[in-house]
Nanobody
Framework: VQLQASGGGSVRPGGSLTLSCEGSGLSLKYWAIGWFRQAPGKEREGVSCISVSDGSTYYSDSVKGRFTASRDNAKNAAYLQMDSVKPDDTAVYYC???????????????????????WGQGTLVTVSS
């Protein structure tokens, strides 16, 4: 069972990047998918969540209007489209399978451990001119 996040890299402010989250030995269609990020010296925070049932999406205030979460159950994958990126978006980004009954976008320290299923290994996004 493995969750793989990919697509990170270096991008200039105002640019775009798409992160992917793919499941291996794990069917993502039964899970809500959370995106989280951790910048150096900061706690891991929730960025986005996409639900199981109707694909409803939720975002932190810091990325709302700039990031778009989506999923493709046929490909067993989820995505995070990042537009109009800012230097403050620099972080390691993680995807995780989370409780299918709800979406929570918050620092992980505020979320019960049982909310989480599997974590991907993280992909680094660097926003710099």
């Amino acid at each position: 069972v493995q969750l793989q996040a990919s697509g990170g890299g270096s991008v200039r402010p105002g640019g775009s990047l798409t992160l992917s989250c793919e499941g291996s030995g794990l069917s993502l269609k039964y899970w809500a998918i959370g995106w989280f990020r951790q910048a150096p010296g900061k706690e891991r925070e929730g960025v986005s969540c996409i639900s199981v049932s109707d694909g409803s999406t939720y975002y932190s205030d810091s990325v709302k209007g700039r990031f778009t979460a989506s999923r493709d159950n046929a490909k067993n994958a989820a995505y995070l489209q990042m537009d109009s990126v800012k230097p403050d978006d620099t972080a390691v980004y993680y995807c995780a399978t989370v409780n299918p009954a709800m979406c929570i976008v918050a620092p992980t320290t505020e979320i019960p451990d049982e909310y989480f299923g599997s974590w991907g290994q993280g992909t680094l996004v660097t926003v710099s001119s």
